[in-house]
Nanobody, 120 residues
Framework: QVQVVESGGGLVQPGGSLRLSCAASGSILSIYGMGWYRQAPGKQRELVAAITSDGTTQYAYSVKGRFTISRDNAKNTGYLQMNSLKPEDTAVYYC??????????????WGQGTQVTVSS
């Protein structure tokens, strides 16, 4: 069983920064891709950023140049550095991790989400 826990959300003023963390624990042999999604009220969940096991990244157009995704494989942890935040970045942010278990199965595990609110 794998648990994924996000942290680092909160209230920040426009133009400010936050750093989200995503920690995976449990029966983990390896972690392949990791990703951050967000869902604003009344909207569908959307991909924000993703990173592969070799460090290749992709970003939504709306956050490119402002957000940076990274990971620490030794700690089974991913990060999302968010700079120059805008009110439209307000959402619940979810992390997922594609985890390879010792039984050979790869499962996408999701966290419970962390609220990010950008407001003055």
């Amino acid at each position: 069983q794998v648990q994924v826990v996000e942290s680092g959300g909160g209230l920040v003023q426009p133009g400010g920064s936050l750093r989200l963390s995503c920690a995976a624990s449990g029966s983990i042999l390896s972690i392949y891709g990791m990703g951050w999604y967000r869902q604003a009220p009344g909207k569908q969940r959307e991909l924000v950023a993703a990173i592969t096991s070799d460090g290749t990244t992709q970003y939504a157009y709306s956050v490119k140049g402002r957000f940076t995704i990274s990971r620490d494989n030794a700690k089974n942890t991913g990060y999302l550095q968010m700079n120059s935040l805008k009110p439209e970045d307000t959402a619940v942010y979810y992390c997922n991790a594609d985890v390879g278990a010792y039984n050979g199965v790869v499962v996408r595990s999701w966290g419970q989400g962390t609220q990010v609110t950008v407001s003055s």
